[in-house]
Structures are given as C-alpha cells and as structure tokens.
C-alpha cells in the first residue's frame, strides 16, 4: 500500500494544502497488474468499477495500465467514462432501478445495458427492440465485509432470481431480444475464493440456458486489506479456483466465453491516503483526541461501516507512540476515523495520512456542515499535480437559485 514519507507529507502541505486524496500512480499500475497476471490464462476484459473513484486522472492511469472498460452505474458515469477516451463498446451501464429516461440516455449512446428487473427489461425492450442485453442475476451466495456491502442474495434489492428467467426468455423473445451477458456481484469484500467459486458456478448454470451468451461477468469485491501487516489476498488463487467451472461449461457447450470481471476498490484503494492536518490535541478524562482539518464528509467508510482505517503520523512515524482517538470536524458524535489507534508523537500541525482511502473515499464525499470536498493530487515518481483543487464556498453554493 502507499505510505508517504515525512518529506512527501510535508510537500504536500506546502503546495497543495491539507486536506488532501493523494494518490500513487505506481500502485494503480500495480494493482492491475496483480489482476491481469492472475487472471492470464482467461480470455479477460477488466471493467473498472468507477463509482470507486472517479477522478480522470486515475481512470485515465488504470486505463494505459491495460483496463479494457468502465463498469457504470449512472449516465453521468457513462458520460464520464467516454469524455475520458473509452469507446461505448468498452462500458457496460448496471443500473439500479433505472427510470425510461436514464435507459434512453445511455441507449441512445450505444453503451450496452446489463439490467436486474424484469421491469428495467421489459422497458428496454419497449425503447430499444432487436439490440443486445445483458441481465443480472442474484445467486444465493452473498458475500461482503459488512452487511450492508453484499449485494447477493434474496434480501438484497439487486438482481434476477432464478425463477425470474422464464419471464426473461418471455420478454427477450417479445421484444427480439439477444442476452449475449450474464452477470452477477456477490458483495464487496471477499477474502477467500470459495464464495467467488459459488458466483460462478451459479452464473454458468444461468448460461447455459442462453445459447447466445458471449460473455459472463462477475462483477467485483476482491478484498483490500487495512492494516499494513495483513498479508493481501492471493488473486491466484481467485482464478485456480474458476479453471474447472469455466473449462466444463466450455467443454459441455463447445463454446469459449469471455470472462469479465468488475473491480473497483481493489484497483484504488491501496493507492491514496487521506492527508489531513492536526488542528487539534485534546485530552477529555481518560482520552487523548487528535482532530483533524477534516472529516466522514471526506472519507465516511468508518462512520457508515463502523471499518477500520488505519492512521499513521506522516510528519514524524518514529516518535513515541501514544494511544489516541482520531476524529474529524464534523459536527456529529460518530465523526471518528479510528476510535483507538497508536500514533507516533501527534503534534498540533503534524499531517496524518489515513492509508488506504482511494475506495469511496473522494467518490462519495459532501458538503455536510458546508464544508468543502478535498483537493486531489497524483504522485507519479518525484512529479506531482494537482488533479482536483479544494472546493471552496463560492462552489458550494454555485448551484442555488437567486434569492
């Protein structure tokens, strides 16, 4: 994971101010690398996930680094991703609970839709009758760090049941339909290839009822680890243990299928740190609170999950250590980016780096209490730039109509 040195953090502070993403351009590489190895013996395309972050100069690095695509959730995305220079064929679009006028848009744009109702289907046959589709599936598996980030499932509001798919082949029919994709997310954040097995045994039985089917695509959530001494996952493993299910569907059918896979976190998070300032050092009974110039508006993972983010003193990480609560700006009680962590000597002016914040981090920040979103910068080597500049008041309330 990126760990910037004291000089780094002190850098950054000087040209570019607290608080700040600041992302490693190697580590994009890195990571993608690490799939695109692991996954060398499949016909593989990798779709970014970006809702995981969005900004352009990272997509644009894990682009050049060899990923094929953008998985999108929204037109906005889809927007984004072909102002960036991908090709409509290279986006997939998965909705959830898409209006007429949002499937339009995209359609209109000629990027392929991979839809989870039976409604999103039928009204997409309706606006746009003889085209491709892909469809999404919900196995009973579901699998994520929280439950609140597994996606699979029958309580979870994503996906086609697999007693939905005679209406499927009814609609496909009616409308002059062809699935050529099957698709299926089981939740963020698997750490054991055991469950991913499951997703994809249960996405080739659905195939095997499409004789049209070009590719299968099973979505994202391979686990990041938080802590500096956690050992990563071994994506290896994840494709050993695919090999026989894809090689017995293709001998079963005597067809080669594309392999799709959708990672998002995976990709961005060990590549950015959260740079904030110590504005604060306050002992309140038996706890020392280090705040910060910054907050869950920025990086809100520990408020929403209650996850851990690890927290480092980057000014100064061989001091004494001190047992420390660190915790934002915001005006909210669970505004705590770790509720109990040793940190080197924190000072009053010191910069803390929150390691592994490239994953919702920026992508799903607010103005809550009207403060502004964190600048951004890319470090590639000895260079770095500014990718997004710190929002001010002026920003925030550009969009209000006049009194």
């Given amino acids: 994971m ?6 780094e953090a002190a850098r950054i502070k000087t040209e570019f101010g607290t608080p700040a ?3 490693d351009a190697a580590r994009l590489r890195h990571n993608a690398k690490l799939i695109l190895d692991a996954f060398a013996d499949f016909d593989l395309k990798v779709f970014y996930a970006i809702k995981a972050n969005y900004n352009p100069h990272i997509v644009r690095t894990l682009k050049e680094a060899g990923v094929y695509g953008i998985d999108a959730v929204s037109p906005n995305e889809v927007k984004h991703a072909l102002s960036i220079g991908y090709q409509p064929e290279e986006i997939i679009y998965t909705p959830s609970n898409a209006s007429n006028e949002s499937m339009k848009m995209v359609g209109d744009l000629g990027v392929m839709q991979n839809l989870g109702s039976l409604s999103e ?3 997409y046959g309706q606006m746009f009758p003889g085209t491709k589709i892909s469809f999404r599936i919900s196995p009973e598996v579901g699998a994520g760090e929280f439950e609140k980030v597994k996606t699979g499932g029958e309580n979870t509001k994503f996906g086609l049941l697999m007693s939905d798919l005679e209406q499927v082949k009814s609609i496909c029919r009616h409308h002059d339909l062809t699935p050529v994709g099957i698709h299926s997310h089981i939740g963020s954040g698997f750490y054991e290839p055991g469950a991913f097995r499951h997703s994809v045994e249960a996405v080739l039985k659905v ?3 499409f004789l049209s089917v070009e590719f299968v695509d099973f979505g994202g959530g391979f686990g990041v680890k938080y802590r500096p001494s956690e050992t990563p996952i071994d994506l290896h493993a994840f494709a050993e243990a695919i090999k026989a299910p894809i090689a017995d569907y293709e001998a079963e059918t005597n067809r080669k299928l594309e392999l799709r896979i959708e990672p998002g976190k995976f990709l961005v998070s060990t590549s950015t740190v959260l740079m904030a300032e110590i504005t604060t050092v306050k002992k309140k009974g038996t706890v020392t609170f280090v705040g910060l110039n910054s907050g869950f508006h920025h990086l809100i993972r520990p408020a929403m999950y209650g996850a851990y983010q690890h927290v ?3 000014s100064r990480p061989e001091g004494p250590m001190k047992w420390v609560e660190v915790v934002g700006n915001v005006c909210e009680t669970c505004d705590v980016f770790n509720g109990g962590i040793d940190l080197s000597d924190p000072q009053e002016g010191d910069v803390i780096a929150i390691l592994v914040a490239g994953g919702y981090g920026a992508s799903m920040s607010s103005n809550y209490n009207m403060r502004g979103r964190a600048a951004e910068v890319l470090v ?5 730039k500014l990718t997004r500049r710190h929002e001010t008041y002026d920003d925030i309330t ?5 009194l």
């Fill in 2 to 7: 990126f760990i910037p040195t004291p000089e």
């Fill in 207 to 209: 195939a095997r009822q």
């Fill in 121 to 123: 289907l039928e009204r």
């Fill in 312 to 314: 480092i003193n980057a």
């Fill in 21 to 23: 993403f600041v992302t």
């Fill in 398 to 402: 550009s969009q209000f109509c006049p």
């Fill in 380 to 384: 590639d080597g000895k260079e770095m």
